[in-house]
């Protein structure tokens, strides 16, 4: 017999368990249906006077941009001078640094063609001036020249400065050497 009470206790303790879990479950749904309700009923009263709310935001929402707009107008002029101050200085410094770079890149190419031996225009002048000199000397040498030559003179000075820019391209060493003589075939 001790055996039949306890397993009533058990069935007993087990119907309450699930007593209490059906009533746990029902007391959830009821809630869940309420929450639902209360969701439709404010969706329907947010579609009733939504409409209403919009209308009413949109005319104050018009309202405050005239007032910013009138705001705005007055100040827009003075940030438009403000901005195109800045952009001159703005304009100012970039042409000082690149007049800065401009020069910091001749100076480098000058180093350049003086370390390589190319002449600048300054030795060319003196050159050209030199050889005129010396066409002189060897014309008061050799006698008066004709009055041809004179005008050929003329020419030749044009053309000096164009010839010794030539000769001055080609580098120092090439211009002294002979053509090497191709070899001779078997």
Known sequence: MAKFKKTAGKQTASASKASQAEQLTK??????????????????????????????????????????????????????????????????????????????????????????????????NDLSARVETLTGELRRQNGAAPARKTAKKAAKKAAAPAKAAKAAKAPAAKRGRKPKAAPAAE
């Open 27 to 124: 007391s959830i749904s009821e809630s869940a249906q309420q929450i639902w309700l209360a969701g439709v009923g404010a969706f329907s009263r947010a579609q009733a006077e939504g409409t209403k709310l919009f209308e009413g935001l949109v005319k104050e929402g018009m309202g405050l941009e005239q007032t910013m707009r009138k705001f705005a107008g007055g100040r827009a002029d003075v940030v438009r001078d403000v901005v195109e101050s800045r952009v001159g200085q703005a304009r100012e410094r970039a042409t000082d640094t690149w007049d800065k770079l401009e020069k910091v890149f001749e100076d480098r190419v000058q180093r350049a063609l003086v370390k390589l031996g190319v002449p600048s225009r300054e030795d060319l």
